[in-house]
């Protein structure tokens, strides 16, 4: 498939090969990854869908590199300001991509500026696009410094665009700082709600403007059924499911255990994951705000979840983790490299690798997901 940008951008990297042959070079990559734990996984599952899966995006503002006009899109490699414009990029649902275009053409008309980081003048930041793929419902949020002009005449264009999905919402968030970042901080919603809806597992899910929620819905249904498969392998009456985020993984397997505890150290995460319960009727599910340290001390569970950040395990949450005791651990990481650093510091406490299965989550990008399960000695 043909992409301009392709190579530059940094989005794609397996587009000039068939998927199959992806898959393959991926499943070589996490074998070397794992070292002596590469065995156990037989083949890298492939995603349900292969394109526009992604249901966020964070685009940047900057120039086209050729004749510097406004930009708007993927950072180019080893570039501060050059972006590749996503309007033919296959990754992303063709919603985005209307929705892009309009607003670098508002922008454009209305002869705003980038934020240029060395000289600190412009106004535009970044676009933060999120979608509910199983809904069609639609956030945005417009990252720029205080010095932009009015938005409500993009916010009422946009409201006009013919979407194949809803816009329920349009968030400001202003960052007058430096670094090349989306902060939630200083947020206003100018319009409609803060949150779209989403639907995985038969479950419903709020999902607000900066919370974390997988990327490619179809693969996480998946990746769970996975994870459901390795808790139930045994009987077990009570789940801890650690870095819980908003409760997902906990409220899709409540129907088969007693009782699941959810934890997470962001507060917000944890009201948004005893709300989404609320709305789909668990009462099994409880959920905690704190770190594994201050909030697990009482029950011994049968089985222990964790879905930790790209940089796996924080070394003081390991021993913590081990002292819970658990018949059975489940490890889900979307970053190869900490779950072999991981695994090993927990095979010298006596909880052995039994299994991984690898689902590609992130079709051509060299991205895969892993899940492992851990029983103790």
Known sequence: MDCEYFGRCGGCTYLDIPYEKELELKLESLRETLGEYGNLIDSVLPSPVTEGYRNKM???????????????????????????????????????????????????????????????????????????????????????????????????????????????????????????????????????????????????????????FQTNVAGAEELYSIVRDFATTTPANLVYDLYCGTGTISQIISPQFKKVVGIELIEDAIKAARENAELNGIDNCEFYAGDVGSVLDKDNPDVVIVDPPRDGLHPKALPQIVKLNAARLIYVACKPKSLARDIAILAESDYIPDKIVSIDMFPRTPHVECVCLMVRR
């Not at 050729?66 to 414009?85: C, H, M, P, Q, T």
């Not at 676009?127 to 409500?152: D, N, W």
């Not at 809803?166 to 409609?192: C, M, R, Y």
């Open 58 to 212: 964070e685009l940047a503002f900057g120039d086209d590199g050729k004749d510097g006009n406004l930009a708007l899109g993927i950072r180019k490699k080893r570039s501060f300001y050059e972006v590749a414009i996503p309007d033919k990029c296959i990754l992303i649902p063709e919603d985005f991509k209307k929705i892009t275009m309009y607003v670098l053409n508002y922008f454009r008309e209305s002869k705003e500026a980038f934020f240029h980081r060395k000289r600190h003048i412009g106004t535009l930041r970044h676009l933060v696009l999120r979608r509910g793929t199983f809904t069609g419902e639609l956030l945005i949020i417009l990252s720029t410094t205080s010095g932009v002009g009015s938005l409500t005449p993009l916010i009422e264009g946009l409201r006009q665009l013919p979407l194949e999905g809803q816009l329920v919402g349009f968030l400001h968030s202003i960052n007058e700082g430096v670094a090349d970042a989306v902060k939630s901080e200083n947020t206003q919603l100018l319009w409609g709600r803060d949150y779209y809806n989403e639907e995985l597992s038969g479950l419903k899910f709020k999902v607000s403007a900066f919370s974390f």
